[in-house]
């Protein structure tokens, strides 16, 4: 393969792997969820608790394939670095921000893991969702929200540090 197709192909990979990460960082619900109903309001109300516990839920596995998906373009990634490497280009760089990023959606996917444990765990929910512990759901949700924000934090540190040092790895290639 020549060099003009690795550097095609090179920034294809990237593009993919930023639209891995804008796209789906995009789509996400911006607003935090509502927190456990009341006994009175659940009476007004009696299928909104229910679906603030599923909302959760989906959230958590939104999530959770934001995650994957970053991990799979980490791969592409790294295979785009050895194929950069392999021509001669100083790498060295790119390989610490991606070891960095590495370790960013660990963390990621550890606070993402403990909030759906905390709401598989559904204290003050039943089986169908409803809360029957109002003050209970409330702490339920609220724990679960918190380590949703924390994998999010994670993400988006990641990926903003990798951009940063991408960026600076395009303008050191550029003046070699």
């Given at each position: 393969?020549?060099?003009s197709?690795?550097?095609?192909f090179g920034?294809v990979a990237?593009?993919?792997?930023?639209?891995v990460w804008?796209?789906p960082a995009?789509?996400a619900?911006?607003?935090?969820?509502?927190p456990?109903l009341?006994?009175?309001a659940?009476?007004?109300h009696?299928?909104?608790g229910?679906?603030?516990y599923?909302?959760?839920?989906l959230?958590?596995d939104v999530?959770?394939d934001r995650?994957k998906?970053?991990l799979?373009?980490a791969?592409?990634?790294?295979?785009y670095?050895?194929?950069e490497?392999?021509?001669?280009?100083?790498t060295?760089?790119?390989?610490v921000a991606?070891?960095?990023?590495?370790?960013?959606?660990v963390?990621?996917?550890?606070?993402?893991?403990?909030?759906?444990?905390?709401?598989?765990?559904?204290a003050?929910?039943?089986e169908?969702g409803?809360?029957?512990d109002?003050e209970q759901?409330k702490?339920?949700?609220?724990?679960?929200?918190e380590?949703?924000?924390?994998?999010?934090?994670?993400?988006?540190?990641g990926n903003?540090?990798f951009?940063q040092?991408?960026?600076e790895?395009r303008?050191?290639k550029?003046?070699q």
């Open positions: 393969m020549n060099t197709r690795r550097l095609l920034v990237v593009m993919v792997l930023l639209g804008a796209v995009a789509a619900p911006r607003t935090p969820a509502a456990a009341s006994e009175a659940q009476e007004r009696p299928y909104r229910k679906y603030v599923k909302r959760a839920l959230r958590v999530q959770h995650i998906h970053a799979a373009a791969d592409l990634v790294e295979e670095l050895a194929d490497e392999a021509a001669g280009y100083d060295s760089g790119m390989e991606l070891v960095e990023l590495r370790g960013k959606l963390e990621a996917q550890g606070h993402n893991e403990t909030a759906a444990q905390i709401l598989e765990d559904g003050g929910f039943d169908e409803y809360a029957t109002p759901a702490e339920t949700m609220r724990s679960a929200n380590e949703m924000r924390e994998a999010g934090r994670a993400l988006h540190e903003r540090e951009r040092a991408f960026r790895y303008r050191s550029r003046n």
